[in-house]
């Protein structure tokens, strides 16, 4: 068969795969890969690649119970061939950590764009802080606690304070979903990023007890919702 045909199926495979440098780079990720790092640092992955190496050259796989935001992984295969590349395969289990329950007794519809627009404006008469705003228009009103929301973007902004410039973007993720008591939602996401790291020092809120998805990096914090209309 030919090489072709093998790395369209690797593109196609439903686990993570993952080749770094002996530095930590990134030198291939398919598909899955990308949706995966879109939620979890390359650090990390790195790092568990690392842990779960074999002793020498060659391939090793570990069972495992592994939990990463909305994902359970059982199982890690680690390869290298040589000091200059590691590979790393991630088995997702079929069941969801966590599997959220859709609970609309406190959601209206609601404009995202405008709770955002509301905490934004809240920091502004507070700081001089220049905010870049990156709208998708096209995304409709949709079911949304807007309380608990506002006080998770509050906060997320406030890691940002200090900061001379914000980006504040919607948009629809293509291609991602999260699953709620057994049906698939669409992923809206809300992205606060700057030049400046993030200032976590100020970060107060439990995400572990609602639906919202929150992924923080360095100098990004970004919050999946699910579109519910």
Request: aromatic share 12%; with cysteine.
């Amino acid at each position: 068969m030919s090489n072709n045909f093998f790395e369209s199926w690797v593109e196609l495979d439903l686990n993570p795969i993952i080749s770094f440098s002996s530095t930590g780079k990134i030198l291939y990720s398919n598909q899955e890969a990308q949706f995966l790092l879109s939620r979890i640092s390359q650090k990390e992955i790195f790092d568990l690649a690392v842990k779960y190496a074999p002793n020498s050259f060659g391939a090793k796989t570990t069972y495992v119970d592994l939990h990463m935001k909305n994902y359970i992984f059982y199982a890690v295969t680690i390869s290298y061939e040589d000091e200059e590349a590691i590979n790393i395969k991630l088995y997702k289990s079929t069941m969801v950590k966590k599997e959220s329950k859709l609970n609309t007794k406190n959601s209206d519809i609601t404009n995202l764009f405008t709770l955002v627009d509301l905490s934004i404006s809240a920091l502004k008469s507070k700081s001089t802080i220049k905010f870049i705003k990156n709208y998708d228009p096209s995304i409709p009103d949709f079911k949304l606690n807007a309380k608990e929301f506002m006080k998770l973007l509050n906060t997320t902004l406030e890691c940002f304070a200090t900061s001379e410039t914000v980006t504040a973007s919607v948009m629809l993720k293509i291609g991602e979903y999260i699953r709620i008591e057994g049906k698939k939602y669409s992923l809206i996401s809300v992205e606060i990023a700057s030049e400046n790291f993030a200032d976590y020092t100020k970060f107060n809120y439990d995400d572990n007890n609602s639906y919202f998805i929150l992924t923080k990096d360095k100098s990004k914090i970004a919050i999946d919702l699910p579109l519910i209309l």
